[in-house]
Nanobody
């Protein structure tokens, strides 16, 4: 059975870093798309980054240059390293998984974690 579990969220100051983890079961990241999305109450869920089959990556405009998505083969886990965090990065962060190609549409993803909260203060 597929399951995703996020961890690593917290409260930081602007300019600091966090690393989020997405522990995966029922998928192997080498044969799936694993994505990070984020959501602020009242707004649409926004795509942050994805990794396809363990090596192809892509980033949303807000993440490019500051965030890095990467896999850990030993743990079947995907990380989101977030550097130079800003208050506008405050959101609930979710990881999601799907077979086949990645996309930025949340409706394409079959499995979701419960989310981990990131709060950045100025």
């Amino acid at each position: 059975q597929e399951a995703l579990e996020e961890s690593g969220g917290g409260s930081v100051q602007a300019g600091e870093s966090l690393r989020l983890s997405c522990a995966i079961s029922g998928y192997t990241y080498r044969r799936a798309c694993i994505a990070w999305f984020r959501q602020v109450p009242g707004k649409e869920r926004e795509g942050v980054a994805w990794i396809y089959n363990g090596f192809g990556t892509n980033y949303g405009d807000s993440a490019r240059g500051r965030f890095t998505i990467s896999p850990d083969s030993a743990k079947n886990t995907v990380y989101l390293q977030m550097d130079s965090l800003q208050p506008e990065d405050t959101a609930m962060y979710y990881c999601a998984a799907k077979q086949s190609y990645c996309s930025w549409s949340r409706n394409d993803y079959a499995s979701w974690g419960q989310g981990t909260q990131v709060t950045v203060s100025s």
